[in-house]
């Protein structure tokens, strides 16, 4: 799920720390975007394995708030660890690191 702001749009780029962090069950990460663009948002492993696909999708410009709810592409819980979060448009790309705690 996510929410979105456009009442204000951001000047720049941003991926904000997930909060809170370490978590248990779900993180929420923010996201500001200047611009309408595609947005891919992937969540990795501490070894590089692909975990889960959140959004692969066009957003509007503005403050997007998307959750994680520590599950895999098959919806099973995730395994306590290190997790990055990886959030990539045509123009910027950005990782930050997420710690799940069960």
Known sequence: ????????VPEAFALHQNYPN??????????????????????YD?????????????????YHTLDWNGTDHSGRQVAS??????VSTPSNAKTIKAMLIR
């Open 1 to 8: 799920k996510y929410e979105t702001s456009v009442a204000v």
């Open 22 to 43: 370490p978590f248990n069950p779900s993180t929420s990460v923010q996201i500001d975007l200047p611009e309408l663009t595609q947005v891919n948002v992937v969540i």
């Open 46 to 62: 501490a070894v590089g394995r692909q975990v889960q696909t959140l959004v692969n999708e066009e957003f509007l410009p503005g």
């Open 81 to 86: 660890g290190i997790y990055f979060i990886r």
